[in-house]
């Protein structure tokens, strides 16, 4: 099924090759919905090269349109835009058809390629906190995506499992370890003990020394010491799992960064064998002599005392993801202060001879309310459990006071799924770059660019079928096993500007949704569906469904399935799910 815009864009190439102009410009939904659907700039693109006037270029390509199936005649504004508006009957016949295909008129990737995604990578013996959400989220929404446009993905959470704060972790367990208080909180006692041995570590050199004994025997292979790794591993593991399923987010490969380790020598070893490192000051060292940003910032793979570093592991990694798992891309969705760090691993990694692409997908910060790295008031990361269980019980008071009569059961599924699609909204539809603050009273509102204003126009839109008694029959479904309701309408009567509106929006989600993996950019799709919901809401107030006359009543009822189901399903692609009450 073809985009209105990919159908456009061919007609005006043709247009251009009849004309005897040449291909420029691009065809893109219009900046002022007053001028148009689409508009294109090629006529000012053709007119600035050849030194011709572009209102007259635009005139020429107009002339040789054959746009009339899907658009009114073509007009030309300002210094050469050309305008198109959609043909009403265009318009629908389009909607039907998304209506139809169970993909909502998306189509899948021309080329398609296998991914491993980065994201989320937690440390092990500490609890994941607030600062974890974007790369979680985020993360998570490109997977869902890059699978449903058709690539092969692999969901990688690269766990900080290895390095030297181990020491401390089970010189603490050794020494200081309250076994009651670990079974009962398995990830603060950790906590616990490793904040009073580094106290103690930096009034002591005795401790300090006792700590790094502790590391080498750890890295030696000392049975004790890789035992008690082993349990705060599979400790902190639980408590991320938790998260996790309260999150809806699973992961196809969990390799912490201790996977890596029996590579990291050869490593270095095959890097120094190439040429790639030398040695320097005692140290293994990546020099970037010919790349002026880098030339003065090398790259340490491996220390003088003869330890690896985050560069060793992430080299190995690279190698592992192409050649063990044959990926084609690998996408790190990682904080911007690392930024730095993966152009020296990536510049390495080309030198090398990787083809993959190698992608560092950054993004901004989350503040408090005060317009500073958000905090507890103590000066310490906010736990990110403890910020969902907070967005569910905020949520919980909302449903308490608008379905009290709902179940225990119902009230904490949807409590659940308001509060986490909350979260996950407020992240999801800023830009990636933006920092953005956290704010409870906001991101929950019934109004505005909120996830619950989305789900609310889906319980909306799930109360009119309810009220009309009709199960959600369409041409797709057919007639529904329980019901035996014929199926709704298959032709759609645009006769009000609210549903004309509401069905050009609808049909724009083929479009929207391939545009997100372009720049990693989720809130494209979130900004789409608030204001396709907007456009719902307008259409609602303007166009009575159920007390409307045929065939009104069930041309709006298709309008209102057909936009249930882009909410439902591109929410979905944002790992929102949505109610069937609030």
Wanted: one cysteine or more.
């Amino acid at each position: 099924m073809e985009t209105f815009q990919s159908l456009l864009t061919k007609k005006l190439s043709h247009a251009l090759s009849v004309a005897g102009l040449p291909e420029a410009g691009e065809l893109t939904p219009a900046s002022d919905p007053r001028f148009g659907d689409y508009q294109t700039n090629a006529a000012l693109v053709i007119g600035k090269q050849h030194r011709e006037n572009p209102r007259a270029v635009a005139k020429k390509i107009v002339a040789h349109l054959e746009a009339g199936d899907i658009c009114e005649t073509p007009t030309v504004a300002g210094a050469g835009f050309i305008n198109f508006t959609l043909r009403a009957e265009a318009t629908a016949r389009k909607a039907i058809e998304a209506l139809q295909d169970d993909r909502l008129g998306v189509a899948e990737a021309k080329s398609r390629r296998r991914i491993v995604i980065d994201f989320g990578s937690p440390n092990v013996a500490k609890p994941m906190h607030v600062g974890h959400i974007r790369s979680t989220v985020l993360g998570d929404a490109l997977a869902r995506i890059a699978v449903f446009l058709g690539h092969e993905v692999i969901r990688d959470n690269h766990v900080g499992d290895w390095g030297t704060q181990f020491g401390m972790v089970i010189w603490g367990w050794k020494n200081l370890l309250d076994r009651e208080a670990l079974q009962r909180d398995p990830l603060s006692e950790i906590v616990r003990i490793y904040k009073e041995t580094n106290e103690r570590a930096t009034d002591n050199p005795e401790i300090r020394e006792a700590c790094r004994q502790e590391l080498i025997k750890l890295q030696a292979g000392d049975r004790e010491n890789i035992d008690i790794w082993n349990q705060c591993v599979a400790l902190s593991m639980q408590d991320f799992e938790r998260i996790y399923k309260l999150l809806d987010i699973h992961y196809d490969l969990q390799c912490g960064e201790s996977f890596y380790n029996d590579r990291l020598s050869g490593v270095v070893d095959r890097l120094l064998k190439s040429g790639i490192a030398e040695i320097s000051e005692g140290a293994v060292v990546v020099f970037f002599r010919d790349i002026p940003e880098l030339a003065d910032k090398p790259l340490i793979i491996r220390k003088r005392d003869g330890g690896f570093n985050y560069a060793t592991t992430d080299l190995a990694t690279i190698d592992y993801r192409v050649n063990d798992l044959k990926a084609e891309s690998i996408w790190y969705v990682v904080g911007a202060p690392q930024t730095l760090h993966f152009k020296q691993i990536f510049q390495v990694a080309r030198r090398e001879g990787y083809t993959a692409e190698l992608r560092h997908i950054t993004f901004g910060s989350i503040l408090g309310e005060d317009r500073k790295l958000m905090k507890t008031r103590s000066g310490e990361n906010v736990p990110l459990r403890d910020l969902l269980e907070e967005a569910c019980r905020r949520a919980r008071k909302i449903v308490d006071e608008k379905n009290p009569h709902l179940t225990e059961e119902e009230k904490s599924d949807i409590a659940e799924k308001i509060g986490i699609g909350a979260v996950k909204y407020a992240d999801l539809s800023q830009y990636r770059m933006t920092d953005y603050v956290f704010s409870w009273d906001k991101m929950l509102s019934l109004h505005g660019n909120t996830a619950p204003y989305l789900q609310n126009a889906y319980v909306r839109i799930r109360s009119i079928f309810r009220k009309a008694g009709e199960a959600v029959a369409t041409p797709l479904r057919g007639v529904t096993e329980e019901t035996g309701h014929k199926p709704l309408a298959t032709t759609l009567t645009l006769a009000h500007p609210a549903e004309l509106n509401l069905a050009k929006r609808l049909c724009q989600f083929a479009e929207i949704v391939p545009q997100v993996l372009n720049d990693f950019r989720p809130n494209i799709l979130a900004n789409y569906l608030f204001e396709m919901a907007n456009s719902f809401h307008t259409f609602y107030e303007a166009c009575p469904v159920l007390k409307s006359e045929e065939a009104a009543r069930s041309s709006r009822l298709v309008l209102c399935d057909l936009t249930g189901r882009v909410l439902k399903h591109g929410l979905g692609l944002l790992g929102i799910k949505v109610p069937e009450r609030m």
